[in-house]
């Protein structure tokens, strides 16, 4: 049910998995699976390790021992002993410096010419595009992990010499029809267990091929392990290469082997294979088997395996922000389309591996062949696919390209391309050229010229250095393509309203004639029909891809931009990773077929435009569509006509619909300068001048180097004038700092406009203006009180933060019931009706500042609602800042029954009517801001989620400086003389005191407190009121001291 087009070189092998769904499906869905096609697990790697350690506790200890003279070994050799390819003599040629692998593939099951001969060149293609960092569908990891992408020196070819020394495919096969599992999986070793025994370990990568009962896909060895002479690879035929016959549709791209070659240079599972604990490194070490320390963990934690086809960001329990895990990783256990990279971490401890303990691999050079071998291997050909695949679609006038290699002993100079269109006439077309050995290279065999509709095409070679060729399985591809029919012309909308399906030079690709895309009156996001594919309850066709592929379209020459914008519904059934995942697809072929690639890759959540799941099958509302949109202008090519095709994957989760397709193209003003933004500084604290500057842009074809920048503060300003020069291409932007501007205390906007571009006039102006708020705060001196009570707002001084420039705080009238002379209005933020989605509006007062004082308080009455039936509610903060909002400190944060000072319904606007409906809260700044003297500012902050209105209304920053004698002393008795009360207080609080007495003259005692160790009160007030006039003892008893004082009542 899919097709890949891929077309260039690096990607042929994605081709391939269609046919796989075609025949696999065709072998199997007509009766039970049997027990080789059922896949349980993707790699058992670690569960042999473990297993092996179990059964001989001991082995770690001699591991050791043996690392530790191989390492030995490694250093007297030197650190750059590994053999490289320098002289070009090395496939997917890259760097110059490659490291050869040779390959031997044992082939044991009960027909092994069922994997053939081409099927293991495919495979080991498929290992040296992985490695290489050359695979196409890398395009669609995220950024954050593409920044990380690494690129392996390390190549495989297949041997050409085996180890008498004798010429050989580097292919070895035995009938045997054993099934192995994981726990008898290295009789395929060994010839006296039914297996066959591995070639020379140092000089040969070893690879088996065989059948496996227990749904294995891999395992492999890591270089310590035992016994030496087994060391090497063993593969489930059903995930080896990509032959449609046998592969699993989740496991046809051939990255079994991508994976189990990454243990093989002692990568471990990206996951470290922890159980879920978010402790386990897949950067660890065995004892006695270092690796250099630069090759530090640059992959994130992860908490267990992946399975199944994800996309976008994916975050587990060991990292919950994304980036997230990184699925795409080679060592997680994915399905093969959702793979594509190792990190240059893992790049480096592999080349680092391969260097310190299997160096002799690199310098074995038995992918050679002896002398007088001649053999030119036809490694890929493009355009199209293999047999027996809905075909690729191409346009007349495509490249014919075929990728040589040559695996001779000596040079190849020439050599004859046959080429058959249709079981037709051959054409054969002589190349002459100077490839040595072990070297590839692309060579372009015509262009095509065919009729409209479906072709075959068959390449092969023959006269290598004019002589026969030493080995033909090599030498011939076949491939079948379409020829497309005429171009649409953009702008072009598809929107399946007419009754033929696919329609106007629309084509499908369902190479298992079972579900696929479909014209549906179901649902639409407009008109009557949509295209849908219907993935719910397809789990027989899990894993399988199915394309609707758009006619060529052609973009105007002068087109600067072209973009395609699409509707998309669907609703998962499950939000667990992997877990009835489908995915969506597009790839983009700049040059009408001939160069496809991906450019979007979605899969659950992200594919969804309808939050949560559903158990159901999924049929969209008119209000459940997203819109999608894809710049396609970097993937155009000059004179060609695009390809876009729609790639389902299937997860068996739940249907996606497709509308309204839009290709459009935008051509560019000659003249045309932007102000893409203004910068002025949000707060000024201290004076009246603005530093700011703005972003102008071009936007036009032409260079932009000069234009004039206008300026002013407010529509009301002066503007002034700024002329700028430089050298704009298309698309850049340069940032220019405005000479200073002078303003006043308050809320301003700074204006800005260009003009004048090239000395021209602009094309187009709607773009020439943008500007920026700003506040210059004015200074008080503590205290403040601010009522709201004027009619300015904010008031002077003040300012108001709003940067989504929609509602904010403003001045509302009081309720009648409340109004007094004094007091009539109050500060709100009308939260009732907006929901902007937790945006903050703040409340700041002006710079208040304070000389010699001892401690800061702020008063402020606060009126707000409380609905139990809300779920989320509104909060405000009061923040502080020292240094004109740079950083703030929060001082207090209420929300829902904590901020409310009524309850009620939200049903409608709350306006506060009773006396009640305000509270008085109060805040101890002292330990917030400077000590003694400074300045600080205020901000009433409100994160509203659109429930009801906020008030605030009397605020007062208040200042208290304390008597020079409490200080002093540490203690300080007033007033004295007193006629009612006397104050006792201490400048700290009284840790010790352990009692109060007050007697008069002749040692009664009239008042008495005992305090526990610690809970002595810092401010006392005793009330003497009906005390006789005289002179009293006041004693202050603390654990180490006794102080008396004489008080006078008067």
């Known amino acids: 049910m899919h097709l890949l087009l891929i077309t260039t070189m690096p990607s042929y092998k994605q081709v391939l998995c269609g046919l796989a769904l075609l025949l696999y499906s065709a072998a199997f869905a007509q009766s039970s699976e049997s027990a080789d096609t059922i896949i349980r697990r993707r790699c058992a790697t670690m569960e042999v390790l473990n297993k092996m350690i179990t059964q001989n506790p001991s082995l770690p200890q001699q591991w050791q021992r043996e690392g530790e003279i191989k390492y030995q070994q490694y250093l007297q050799r030197g650190s750059t002993a590994v053999a490289a390819r320098t002289t070009g003599s090395a496939p997917y040629r890259v760097s110059g410096n490659e490291i050869v692998i040779p390959v031997v593939v044992h082939i044991v099951l009960a027909n092994p010419n069922t994997v053939t001969d081409r099927d293991v060149q495919e495979q080991i293609e498929i290992l040296n595009i992985d490695f290489a960092g050359l695979n196409k569908d890398s395009a669609v990891i995220s950024p954050e992990f593409k920044a990380r992408f690494g690129h392996t020196r390390i190549r495989f070819a297949l041997a050409r010499t085996d180890a008498s020394g004798n010429f050989t495919t580097g292919i070895d096969r035995k009938i045997s029809s054993t099934s192995y599992t994981q726990n008898t999986y290295d009789r395929v070793k060994r010839l006296t267990t039914g297996g066959v025994d591995a070639w020379d370990v140092n000089r040969y990568y070893n690879i088996w091929v065989t059948q496996f009962s227990d749904g294995i896909l891999g395992v492999s060895t890591f270089p ?123 790049v480096c401890r592999m080349e680092a591996a391969l260097n310190t303990y299997r160096s002799t691999l690199a310098s074995s050079a038995v992918d050679f062949p002896p002398s007088g071998i001649t053999d030119l291997c036809l490694a890929a050909l493009t355009p199209g696919n293999r047999q027996g695949v809905v075909t690729q679609a191409v346009c007349n006038g495509t490249a014919v390209k075929a990728l040589i290699r040559n695996q001779s002993s000596t040079t190849l100079t020439s050599a004859t391309f046959n080429l058959q269109y249709d079981n037709g006439a051959i054409t054969t077309i002589p190349w002459t050229g100077n490839l040595e050995a072990g070297a590839d290279v692309t060579i372009t065999l015509g262009t095509i010229s065919i009729a409209t509709g479906s072709h075959t095409l068959k390449v092969y070679t023959t006269a290598p250095n004019g002589t026969t060729d030493s080995y033909i399985a090599n030498d011939t591809l076949t491939r079948q393509f379409y020829i497309t029919g005429d171009a649409v012309t953009a702008p072009y909308t598809e929107s399946f309203e007419t009754t033929t399906f696919p329609s106007n030079g629309w084509q499908l690709s369902n190479p298992d004639n079972s579900t696929t895309w479909q014209r549906s009156s179901l649902a639409a996001y407009a008109g009557a029909a949509s295209a849908r594919i219907g993935n719910y309850s397809q789990s027989s066709t899990a894993g399988q891809w199915d394309d609707l592929i758009s006619p060529p379209i052609r973009f105007s020459a002068d087109a600067d931009s072209v973009k395609m914008s699409f509707r998309v519904a669907y609703r998962a059934i499950s939000n667990t990773p992997g877990s009835y995942f489908d995915g969506l697809e597009i790839w983009v072929s700049g040059g009408c077929g001939s160069d496809f690639r991906p450019v979007y890759r979605k899969a659950s959540p992200d594919i969804s435009s309808v939050n949560g799941i559903t158990s159901g099958s999924f049929t969209p509302t008119a209000s459940q569509w997203r819109l999608d949109s894809i710049d396609l202008t970097p993937y155009r090519r000059a004179g060609e006509n695009m390809i876009v095709l729609f790639r389902n994957i299937n997860g068996a989760g739940n249907n996606i619909y497709l509308d309204d397709i839009r290709f459009t193209q935008t051509a560019l003003w000659s003249s045309d300068a932007q102000i893409a933004a203004v910068s002025a500084k949000t707060f000024t604290c201290s004076g009246t001048t603005l530093q700011a500057g703005v972003a102008i842009r071009n936007n036009g074809h032409d260079a932009l180097r000069s234009a004039s920048i206008h300026y002013k503060v407010d529509t009301t300003g002066t503007e002034q004038v700024f002329n700028w020069t430089g050298n704009l291409a298309t698309g850049d932007t340069a940032l220019v700092t405005l000479p200073d501007i002078t303003s006043s205390i308050g809320q301003h906007s700074l204006i800005a406009r260009v003009s004048n571009p090239n000395g021209q006039t602009d094309q187009n102006p709607g773009n020439d203006t943008a500007r920026a708020p700003f506040i210059i705060f004015g200074t008080v001196n503590a205290p403040l009180t601010e009522g709201f009570e004027t009619n300015t707002f904010p008031p002077t001084g003040w300012g108001v933060n709003n940067p989504d420039n929609n509602t904010t705080w403003t001045r509302s009238r009081k309720a009648t019931t409340l ?121 009433f902050r409100n994160i509203s989620s659109g429930r009801n209105n906020i008030y605030i209304d009397n605020i007062n920053i208040k200042t208290k400086t304390l008597p020079a004698a409490l200080k002093e002393k540490g203690y300080l008795l007033y007033p004295n003389p007193t006629r009612s009360t006397v104050v006792i207080q201490h400048y700290l609080a009284p840790a010790t005191l352990k009692g109060i007495y007050i007697t008069d003259m002749a040692g009664r005692i009239l008042y008495r407190e005992s305090y526990t160790t610690g809970q002595a009160p810092a401010y006392k007030v005793v009330d003497m009121t009906s005390y006789a006039s005289g002179i009293y003892l006041v004693r202050l008893i603390y654990t180490d001291n006794v102080i008396t004082e004489k008080i006078i009542k008067q």
């Open 819 to 939: 109004l007094q002379t004094n007091d009539i209005a109050a500060a709100v933020m009308p939260n009732f009706g907006y929901n902007p989605g937790n945006v903050t509006d703040e409340l700041i007062s002006p710079v208040v500042r304070y000389n010699n004082v001892d401690s800061v308080f702020l008063l402020f009455d606060v009126a707000a609602l409380y609905s139990a039936i809300t779920a989320v509610s509104d909060t405000l903060q009061v923040l502080v800042t020292t240094d004109c909002g740079t950083s703030y400190q929060t001082v207090y944060s209420k929300t829902g029954v904590f901020l409310a000072t009524q309850t009620g319904s939200n049903a409608t606007a709350f306006l506060p009517e009773t006396s009640g409906g305000y509270r008085r809260d109060s805040i101890n700044l002292t330990d917030i801001v400077p000590a003694g003297s400074g300045s600080f500012q205020v901000s």
């Open 224 to 346: 310590y392990m035992t016994p030496a002479a087994e060391q090497g690879t063993v593969v489930n035929y059903r995930s080896f290469g990509t032959n449609p016959a046998y592969v699993n549709p989740q496991f046809c791209l051939g990255r079994t082997l991508v994976h189990e070659t990454g243990h093989f240079f002692y990568l471990y599972h990206i996951w470290g294979d922890d159980n879920g604990a978010c402790t386990g490194s897949d950067f660890t070490t065995t004892t006695g088997y270092p690796l250099p320390s630069s090759c530090t963990d640059d992959t994130p934690g992860q908490g267990n395996s992946s399975s199944g086809f994800l996309g976008g960001y994916i975050t587990d329990n060991c990292t919950s922000i994304n980036p997230g895990i990184n699925y795409q990783n080679y060592m997680d256990y994915t399905n093969d389309v959702s793979y594509g990279m190792f990190t240059q971490s893992q």
